[in-house]
């Protein structure tokens, strides 16, 4: 078992920057990857970034890279997402998510590759 708590979100104007933060707790936190999907009522959840367990490799969802940017302190047992040149659309509730399993890091883009979820924390973007 693991738990995660994510912190950080807030509002911000457009072409503003945040840091979301999810610590974990429980299992060792280098015995899984780590990714970041977001979620707005009345549509599916969307991959955002996942992060391999050593943090060598970093992937990103095409709507988000050269903007966000997903690392992780394994001495901290967090996980960070950081924000840059938000807009609009980046308005979501984002969630932190961790997988035990091993996989090509493409597979990380799917939700069902994940075991544990974070409550999720809201990020507001204002034109």
């Known amino acids: 078992q693991v738990q995660l708590v994510e912190s950080g979100g807030g509002s911000v104007q457009a072409g503003g920057s945040l840091r979301l933060s999810c610590a974990a707790s429980?299992?060792?936190?280098?015995?899984?990857?780590m990714g970041w999907f977001r979620h707005v009522p009345g549509k599916d959840r969307e991959f955002v970034a996942a992060?391999?367990?050593?943090?060598?490799?970093?992937t990103y969802a095409d709507s988000v890279k050269n903007r966000f940017a997903i690392s992780r302190d394994n001495a901290k047992n967090t996980v960070y997402l950081d924000l840059d040149n938000l807009k609009p659309e980046d308005t979501a509730v984002y969630h932190c998510?961790?997988?035990?399993?091993?996989?090509?890091?493409?597979?990380?883009?799917?939700?069902?590759?994940?075991?544990?979820w974070g409550q999720g924390i809201q990020v507001s973007v204002s034109s």
């Open positions: 429980g299992r060792t936190f280098t015995t899984y990857a």
């Open positions: 992060i391999t367990r050593s943090a060598g490799t970093a």
């Open positions: 998510a961790a997988s035990s399993l091993k996989y090509p890091l493409r597979y990380y883009h799917a939700s069902r590759t994940y075991d544990y």
